[in-house]
């Protein structure tokens, strides 16, 4: 069994207390912290709220907590934490438990939020489209008096976002800079005039005339992306019966492709963005109405996949976890997609050329083919 003490816990102490916090998923002698100077930042300016003259029991709303550093020090205020990650929501129930706290409520990203809400707290991650959708479902549960406040580091606040504040929320001004974070402060105008809410949105596939549906945080959202392009061009095919992960489907472009050149095979969705598996479900029903069935998963990985399970597995791994880059979530895909493959069973994988994949799976299953490539992409066949 492995001992909890392998990994890395860090202590965050603020003017709610310190608190004991780990990274997740857990990985062996992990270097970065599981919260940054933008968390320490509004946690500051939380504790200096006179809560108590308007409201004794504020109703809080924390969006984008990734590791639950932010739930797990204002958690006396029982907040309830909007996200679109699954791995964030395990994140913030493991390091409730490690602080001994019980659980907060979690609604994932496409769950109607139950407003007013007194204090909003905002952490500002990369994605522009997602940071609209979000403005724009929480205006609807606002009031006079509602505090916003939007957080990040400063790398993460331009005026793209800024003015987003300013046109959906109403008047918007940061704070200066600390520990390079900073602060935005929103004042709610229930008379703004917005536009309608843009997501989600929509293309068509060239070539093969499907309509593809895309929630606001699914990558590539406006089109078909050149990696994503080249990975359906050399989907195989089989006429066998035969169970297909497509994992980190995003919009499910890459499953709706095997299923339909492999006519007999169940498709097997997984992705940890609930926004992403929504999408793909939504597209697969659209392409190939009730006749057709598919499991759609929202998970870490394939860690709640049965092992030896599946005859193939296609995957274009992300290379960084909002902003932390690195090849371990690949190592993870490539680790457990091993476990659930049946034997002879195969991963196709796609990346950039210099990633260095092929390495990595020669060094996990003892064999890597190139299958084909181009200026910038290869797609590599392991057999287990």
Known sequence: MTDITDYMQTSLTTSQGTFSLSRYPLRKH????????????????????????????????????????????????????????????????????????????????????????????????????????QLYKLHQHLHDNSIIIGCAMVKMIHNSNIQLFENIIGPTKTSLAKKKARLIFSNFNKGISRKPNPYP???????????????????????LDIGCRFFIEHIPSSKASRNIIDLGCGNGIVGMVAARNNPNATIHFYDESYMAVASA????????????????????????????????????????????IGDFIAWQMFSQSYRVLASTGELWVIGNTHLGYAQKLKKLFGNCQKVVSNSKFEILRAVK
């Open 30 to 133: 992990e270097q970065l912290r599981a919260w940054d100077a933008a968390d320490e930042l509004v946690l500051e300016h939380v504790a200096t709220l006179n809560t108590d003259a308007a409201n004794s029991s504020p109703k809080v709303l924390i969006i984008n907590d990734q590791f639950g550093a932010l739930g797990v020090a204002l958690h006396a205020f029982t907040p309830t934490l909007v996200g679109d990650s699954f791995i964030a929501q395990q994140a913030i129930e493991y390091n409730l438990a490690q602080n001994n706290l019980t659980d907060l409520p979690f609604l994932n990203s496409l769950d109607p939020l139950s407003g007013p809400y007194d204090i909003v707290i905002i952490k500002v991650q990369k994605s522009l489209a997602q940071l609209e959708e």
């Open 201 to 223: 949105q929509s293309f068509t596939l060239e070539d093969i005339d499907w309509k593809i549906l895309n929630h606001a945080n699914v990558f590539s959202r406006a089109k």
């Open 281 to 324: 479900e939504f597209n697969f029903q659209q392409v190939f109405g009730p006749c057709r069935t598919a499991n759609f998963n929202v998970a870490d990985c394939l860690g709640s996949a049965a092992e030896d399970s599946v005859d193939l597995i296609l995957n274009n791994p992300p290379f960084h976890q909002q902003n932390a």
